[in-house]
């Protein structure tokens, strides 16, 4: 049992979208998830758009406030994330 604790966050996260309205707690995240899992676990979740005015896919990032900085999407939870973190989730906005 304490095997699945440990591989677990077990107070979670706190994620928001880019604008803060959408607020949402994460009860438990595995920490073997990559962040791109996370994100894309999360955008259901929040119900976000999942395509930009035009019909193009979004792609989103996550912005992990404690350090300032958007995570890579194959970073692992373990190795980026702690106990009560805040993200916000940031759409991947390609100037063209």
Request: charged share 25%.
């Amino acid at each position: 049992m304490q095997e699945a604790a440990a591989a677990t966050m077990t107070t979670g996260l706190r994620v928001s979208d880019v604008s803060g309205q959408k607020q949402f707690r994460v009860g438990s995240v595995s920490k073997e998830s990559t962040i791109g899992e996370l994100i894309q676990g999360l955008i259901g979740k929040m119900e976000l758009a999942r395509n930009d005015a035009a019909g193009r896919p979004l792609a989103y990032r996550a912005r992990l406030e404690r350090e300032g900085r958007h995570l890579g999407a194959h970073e692992l939870v373990r190795d980026s994330l702690q106990e009560n973190d805040e993200l916000s989730l940031h759409p991947n906005v390609e100037a063209g």
